[in-house]
């Protein structure tokens, strides 16, 4: 598949009488955007407020975002299976509004949304910081179970990216990227005695409000399979879970995946880069060890040399990780496995639930317990309500000063599991 990024760089964001760009500007037209949202019977109000980098804005509790990206070329349209038709995607041309993105917000769904800074030192650990954001605001109907809240409030985000998207149909890129994976044997040939390399991308799906979707299937119900990298940028996985907010990888995460994107840096320079394993985290052993022992047969299928492995959440997900990296090693297969730390305040205690002596070459996005206080910013969207209790936060962690004391778990891509963030260091 060969896929065209077309990027259009977005500068600022405002409200308009019609949604458009236009020198570098997202004009978006509140009353529509409202309408369209409104649409679903389980939203009875929704708000739509514009928060720029260096504002000083404070969002939470954040529950996904979302880059507005629109197919003006090939096969399908973005999002396959959730607000468009189950059509293959990855190839042609996609229009993405570089610098824009949607952040939904509204009451708590579970305990795991999160905080994101505009400004002040909050801001420095998560990238959503530096975006123009259209933050969708919703209220749900009262007594709806959660699952029902959720899902009203995924898809109000997906609808309304591709309605921003859709501004950028007819606007020329500022710049265009290419990617390119060409059929696995015709690759080989091609690049000859380069090592075949793949990226085993776990993504979390245990239920109870952890769950990721790809094609519009809901990831428990899925057994490993096999992506060409481009099908991830547009929208083919989007996010649908509540995990802690440092590390959930929100959907503008799976469009603007770095491991795939830095190991199409390296492709045909010194690596064969061959494709993407999807792989799912269970909550029980005996369907841990189906995944990992399918996601090992695919990678020996596939004839790697080498695998790069993400996790995403932590605790009980550390076993499908470890379990990936031994089996993957065991077939001789180079592994690096991508992770965080839940070590403690002190950074002193155990950082994963899970170990082996296999799992040797480890790079890690921080310590998700050290804390940080945020002070009081000018404008909260959202609520405050749920600052003690999401995760991260505790007792007292709203102070009466106005400022937040929470540990940087609290901070929606702080420790993220793909590297989209500011921290990192490797172990070997």
Known sequence: MRLELGNILIKDVQFGDSTKVEDHVLYVNKDELIELIKEDEHITNVDVELARPGESVR????KDVIEPRVKVDGPGAVFPGM????????????HVLKGASVMTVGKIVGFQEGIVDMCGPGAEFTPFSALNNVVINIERQEGIEAHAHEKAVRMAGLKAAAYLGEAGRDVEPDEVEVFETKPLFEQAKELGDLPKVAYVQMIQTQGLLHDTYVYGVDGKQIIPT?????????GAIV????????DKNTTYHHQNNPVVKALYGRHGKDINFVGVIVTNENVFLADKERSSNMTAKLAEFLNLDGAVVSQEGF???DTDLIMNAKKLAGKNIKTVIITDEYAGRDGASQSLADADPLADACVTAGNANE????PKLDKVIGSLDYTDIIA??????LREDGSIMVEIQAITGATNELG??????TGY
């Open 392 to 397: 991260g936060g505790f007792d007292g962690s």
């Open 83 to 94: 607000v468009n038709k189950v059509d293959m995607v990855g190839s042609g041309k996609t």
């Open 239 to 246: 996010s649908g879970n509540c995990v802690s907010a440092c």
């Open 371 to 374: 804390t940080i206080i945020l």
């Open 226 to 234: 096999i992506l060409y990298p481009t099908e991830t940028m547009d």
């Open 315 to 317: 605790g009980n997900p």
């Open 59 to 62: 969002i939470t509790p954040v």
């Open 420 to 425: 989209f963030n500011k921290m990192s260091a």
